[in-house]
Structures are given as C-alpha cells and as structure tokens.
C-alpha cells in the first residue's frame, strides 16, 4: 500500500472513530434528558393530591413541559440510534480487512458520503434539537440558582440535592451545546466533499462522453 | 445499505462488482437497486461498452470489458482525491 493510500486509510479511520463517539455522546445525552424529564413527570403526576389551584396549575404546566422535554428527548434518541446504525454497517465492514486496497477504500468513501447525503437533513434537526435542549438545561439550572438562594435564606431547602441538581443541570447544558457544535463540524466538512463531488461528477460524465 | 447515491457512484459499484461475471438479479441485489433502475443501469453500461453480455447454460451473465477500467480508475482517483483534499473531522 503507497502512502498516499496509507494516509488516506488513516484519515478515515480517525474520522470514522470521531464520529462513533459523537453518536454514542448523543445518544447517552438523549437517554439522560429521557430519564430526566420521566422523573419530572413522575414527581409532578404524584403530587397532583393537591387541591389548590394554584398548585394545581403548576404542576400542569410543569408536566406539559416534561412531556414536550420526554417527546423530544425520545426523537433525539430514535435519530441518533438511527445514524448509528448506519454507520455501524460500513464500521463493520471496515474492521473486516487489515489492509483495505484502493478500491475498499473508495467503497467506504461512496458510503459515508451516502450516508451523509442521506441523513443530513435529521442531522440539521438534531443540532436545532440539541441547541434547544442545551439553553432550557441552562435556565433550569439558572432557575434552580435563584430559588435555592432564596429558598435558603428561609432555611426550607436541602442544600446538597439542590446543588446536585443545579449540576447536572449545567453539565446537561454544556454537553447540548457541545454535540450540536461538534455534528456542525461534521456537516461542514462533509457540505465541502459534497460540493466537490459536483466538480467530480462534471468531470466523470464528460469522461463518459468522450468517444471510446 | 439503502444511502442515496448518485447514478456515477452507482455505475462504479456495478462495474466493480462485475469483475466476475454475474446474473442481473446478483446485481440488483448486491447494488441495492429496484429492478427496473437496475435493468436501466445495466442496459447503460452495456451501451457504453463498460459491460459485456455472454450466455452460460442459458443464463444471462454480464462481466466489466476493459473498456471501464477508465471510469474506474477515473472514479476512484477523484474520490479518494475528494477526500484526501478537503479538511479532517475531529470531535
């Protein structure tokens, strides 16, 4: 194997490797904003007990926000699940060879260019999805900031679990905003080998119609 | 594995496929294509001469004439070119 082609190889298996990661980050994200907002539901459905109306309003609204939390979460988790597997199809067949010829590699070029044709528009809606998830996680633990300094001052609160939960808030945070940008990354370097690509069909179909 | 591909990647993956002589259903199923894109396909590069047509036991056999090895040489360097060329994704 020439080194150009050894490169090559090498640079697809890095990338292939970057991307595996991002997609099994994405998916324990999207399981952990599911278990989250599951609990929500729980907490709020079991105190509906309540009869103040007050009361009664919020933990309605609270539970149509974990619903709408739980929907997306679960969407995010079926995307990524699904882009998984389809790039385990072309991992599987890439861990099958030790020294792939010039021809396995193009192979595994026409694939992930394939597959990121054919999921990009759910990759674009998993960034939008992600964003969105990283802000609310944000304000919620913004919002569990504020009530736990007011809330201690009055000496009702339990201050560890309060501040675990400010936490995972801020991690979940960080992490939505993490994924979209990394998947941004993604998309940009392959929205360049796609533009290219049409440079690459123009000069394999005027190839095509010179006369044998 | 059903990506979209364009109708170049797909003759590539015929011709590659072809290097042994094989049935028209053997290349519908391994290119993943419907039979009527697939016959068209087919039908294409046999008009262009990059696909040879011989009868075994009454079988219809198509096999790559050297005629591709052009486009598929062709095919393969813009490729890996394509990628060779453009920026490397790193999480």
Redesign the interface.
């Known amino acids: 194997m020439n080194v150009?082609?050894k490169?090559?190889e090498t640079?697809?298996k890095?990338?292939m490797k970057?991307?595996m990661?991002?997609n099994v980050m994405s998916i324990a994200f999207g399981g952990i904003a599911l278990a989250l907002a599951i609990s929500a539901l729980t907490v709020n459905a079991l105190a509906l007990k309540t009869t103040d109306p007050t009361t009664l309003l919020n933990l309605f609204s609270n539970i149509g926000i974990s619903l709408v939390v739980a929907g997306l979460a679960f969407w995010f988790l079926i995307s990524s699940a699904e882009v998984l597997s389809?790039f385990e199809?072309?991992q599987e067949e890439k861990n099958s060879e030790l020294a792939p010829s010039?021809?396995k590699?193009?192979?595994r070029?026409?694939?992930l260019?394939?597959?990121y044709?054919?999921k990009k528009p759910q990759i674009r809606r998993m960034i939008l999805v992600s964003k969105i998830a990283g802000v609310c996680f944000f304000a919620n633990a913004l919002i569990q900031a504020v009530m736990l300094v007011q809330n201690l001052n009055a000496g009702s609160v339990a201050f560890a679990p309060a501040v675990g939960g400010i936490l995972v808030s801020v991690v979940m945070g960080a992490v939505g905003f993490f994924l979209p940008s990394?998947f941004h990354?993604?998309a940009?370097?392959?929205d360049?080998?796609l533009m290219?690509?049409d440079d690459?069909?123009k000069?394999?179909?005027s190839?095509?119609e010179e006369p044998? | 594995?059903?990506?979209?591909?364009?109708q170049?990647?797909i003759y590539?993956?015929i011709l590659?496929y072809c290097k042994t002589p094989r049935l028209i259903t053997q290349i519908i199923q391994r290119c993943n294509l419907n039979s009527k894109i697939g016959q068209e396909h087919v039908e294409f590069l046999e008009s262009?001469?990059y696909l040879g047509k011989t009868i075994e036991k009454d079988k219809v056999l198509y096999t790559t004439t050297p005629?591709a090895r052009?486009?598929v040489e062709?095919?393969?360097k813009?490729?890996?070119e394509?990628?060779?060329?453009?920026?490397?994704?790193?999480?």
């Open positions: 150009e082609l490169a090559t640079k697809i890095k990338e970057h991307f990661a991002l389809k199809e072309i010039r021809e590699l193009t192979e070029v026409v694939k260019i394939g597959l044709r054919e990394s990354k993604y940009m370097c392959w360049e080998r290219h690509s690459v069909e000069k394999i179909l190839f095509m044998l | 594995m059903n990506t979209r591909r364009t170049y990647e590539w993956e590659t262009k001469g005629a052009g486009y062709l095919f393969m813009l490729y890996l394509l990628f060779q060329n453009s920026p490397e994704f790193r999480l």
